[in-house]
């Protein structure tokens, strides 16, 4: 029998087979695999739900995250896909995978992240499962939210001459990885060293403890806003906006100048990764957990002057693929790696 390699399909080919395989049976499953969340009828309302795993080893490593922290990321990732589709998160159910090494303790800081979150965000721990796990620390979290079904965004909805938007600062994240992974290099060679992160403190914290948007969600209802279409940026921004593209079947113009990177975060790469550019960062960094989301031209009036959002470009028919303006004044074209390779983390 003929092997297929995974890494000819990468993560998004593979899920593009599932689903083309997939069949729903009930009508009132109204989005299925596709989305930042699935969307199942309920009568005068919609539910999302969401589902997200994460491995020791490969999403996380204890050496140098916090597992209180762990505990308070792993609830906001599903939330943020919840925000992604313009909802209200309301319950979540935790699955863990453990093994010996871990102590009780450990698994009561876990829950004091992931309880911490819950007060926060307001959801409520309704269940989950909890197994043995050979492979290290396994937290597998699903959310529950809840819309009208008329605010629900898909990121198909996308239209010629829409606005895209994006919410906060990115990169970030991505800078904050690799000053703990460089610390923890210099601690593994020099043990009685101390990790020296004050001075890092906004990009490691956007690394930890990430928040998810659920502000802006809250802020599109109080403006009578609904985002044409809208994915919450996990895998960075390039990831999403070829997601947004292809699924509103249209090109997306970037303008370099116009992407949000925050100074703290500047300043790190400056003295710290000179060779690391802001742009990539932003683009195929990930893990922000920021909103990209596109508005039509009405919507534009009532937050162009919004302190969070910014105005990076525009969709447009013309375009194949995603064209970024640099700040050279040249024109060149985006490609998004989670397409291509097997990304590590999945
Ligand atoms: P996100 O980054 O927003 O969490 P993903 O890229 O993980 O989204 O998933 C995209 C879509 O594919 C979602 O609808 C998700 O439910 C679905 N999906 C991912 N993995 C699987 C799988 N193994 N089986 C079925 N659906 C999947
Ligand atoms: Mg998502």
Not at 12 to 41: C, M, R, W
Not at 310 to 321: A, L, N, P, Q, V
Request: hydrophobic share 40%; with cysteine.
């Amino acid at each position: 029998m003929k092997r297929t390699e995974l890494n000819e399909l990468g993560e998004f080919g593979l899920i593009k087979e599932i689903q083309n395989k997939t069949t729903l049976y009930h009508p009132d499953s109204l989005k299925g695999i596709g989305d930042d969340a699935a969307v199942i009828d309920a009568g005068d309302k919609v539910k999302v739900v969401t589902t997200d795993m994460l491995l020791e080893g490969v999403h996380f490593d204890l050496s140098y995250v916090p597992i209180k922290h762990l505990g308070y990321k792993s609830v906001i990732v599903n939330i943020s896909d919840i925000a992604a589709m313009n909802a209200i998160p309301k319950q979540i159910t935790v699955n863990i995978g453990l093994s010996n090494r871990f102590s009780k303790e450990a698994i009561d800081a876990l829950y004091e992240g992931i309880f911490t979150a819950c007060e926060q965000y307001k959801v409520d721990l309704v269940g989950g499962d909890t197994t043995s796990s050979r492979s290290g620390l396994v937290i597998s979290i699903t959310a529950i939210g809840e819309a009208k079904t008329e605010e629900i965004t898909y990121r198909n909805g996308a239209q010629d001459k829409d606005i895209v938007c994006v919410t906060g600062d990115l990169g970030g994240a991505y800078v904050g990885l690799q000053i703990l992974e460089r610390e923890k290099q210099e601690y593994l060679a020099n043990p009685k060293m101390q990790p020296k992160l004050d001075q890092y403190e906004y990009v490691v914290m956007r690394q930890l403890k990430p928040e998810a948007r659920m502000d802006i969600v809250h802020e599109f209802r109080d403006l009578n806003i609904r985002p044409t279409a809208m994915i919450d940026i996990s895998d960075g921004l390039a990831s999403e906006l070829m997601h947004i593209g292809r699924s509103s079947g249209l090109g997306v113009a970037i303008f370099e100048d116009k992407i949000p990177v925050e100074k703290a975060m500047l300043e790190t790469l400056t003295s710290e990764f000179e060779q690391l550019s802001p742009t990539t960062c932003a683009l195929n960094g990930g893990e922000d957990y920021e909103l990209l989301f596109t508005i039509s031209q009405q919507d534009f009036e009532k937050i162009k002057t919004h302190k969070d959002i910014s105005f990076i470009g525009y969709m447009d028919k013309k375009i194949e693929g995603i064209k970024l303006q640099t700040r050279a004044e040249q024109v060149v074209d985006i490609q998004a790696q989670g397409w291509v390779h097997f990304k590590e983390g999945l």
